[in-house]
């Protein structure tokens, strides 16, 4: 799986966009870009992914750069409940293929 | 959306138990199962990844033998922690996928908290 590189932490005002970047400058072809976020004492949840489109569902937006090195994911109101590690993550959708978290990003939502 | 649930969701015991976690996914079949460790302040680190009706395969430096897997169901996993001791307090995650289904993504339980005295 490619490496990808986040910020170790960033903060947001709440009710503002909160914009989350990645780089994923050696993914593959056939590699995804999956975006996952941990709030402290729970499991990981998945927030959205794609290949080379923008994707948008309910709770983030996801823009991939035309050269897919890296990417964006934005929260377009974050409110304090968004607070969470936000985990970039790069992969073939294929069977079987574990997830490799790396540090992620820290992002503190403030009032 | 999939739901995975893990039981129980915190544990204290006394060093020498053994104790065992459940993974559930709840309205698909999980024909994959992975095992996930966390320790304070640091990232997911996997175990192990569990196929349904076969041996789980353990990630380098995994005791297979004191983390046992079963995945005897499509809905089902667990992780047993023989012999627990303090070394082995941590935050337990697993995740559910189906591989006939590929482009879903993987969907995680909310982990289970360890703590051994």
């Known amino acids: 799986d490619a490496k990808t590189t986040q910020p170790t932490s960033m903060d947001c005002a709440e009710g503002r966009a909160a914009n989350l970047p990645c780089n994923h400058s050696?993914?593959?072809?056939?590699?995804?870009v999956y975006w996952y976020r941990q709030i402290h004492s729970q499991g990981p949840q998945y927030i959205i992914h794609?290949?080379?489109n923008n994707e948008t569902n309910e709770m983030a937006s996801l823009i991939i750069t035309e050269d897919r090195k890296s990417s964006t994911l934005i929260l377009p109101h974050a409110t304090l409940r968004d607070t969470a590690v936000y985990y970039c993550?790069?992969?073939?959708?294929?069977?079987?293929?574990?997830?490799?978290f790396g540090g992620g990003t820290r992002l503190m939502v403030k009032p | 959306g999939a739901v995975v649930s893990q039981h129980p969701s915190w544990v204290i015991c006394k060093s020498g138990t053994s104790v065992k976690i459940e993974c559930r996914s709840l309205?698909?079949?999980?024909?994959?199962m992975f095992w996930y460790r966390q320790f304070p302040k640091q990232s997911l680190m996997l175990m192990a990844t569990?196929?349904?009706?076969?041996?789980?395969?353990?990630e380098q430096g995994v005791e297979k033998d004191k983390f046992l897997i079963n995945h005897a169901s499509l809905t089902l996993s667990t992780l047993t922690v023989t012999s627990a001791h303090p070394e082995d307090s941590s935050f337990y995650i697993c995740?559910?996928?189906?591989?006939?289904?590929?482009?879903?993504?993987?969907?995680f339980g909310d982990g289970t908290r360890l703590s051994i005295l």
């Open positions: 995740s559910a996928f189906d591989r006939r289904n590929s482009n879903q993504p993987q969907h």
């Open positions: 050696t993914i593959s072809g056939n590699e995804y």
């Open positions: 794609g290949l080379k």
């Open positions: 993550i790069v992969r073939v959708a294929d069977a079987g293929n574990m997830l490799t």
């Open positions: 309205d698909f079949q999980a024909t994959t």
């Open positions: 569990s196929n349904e009706g076969s041996k789980a395969t353990y």
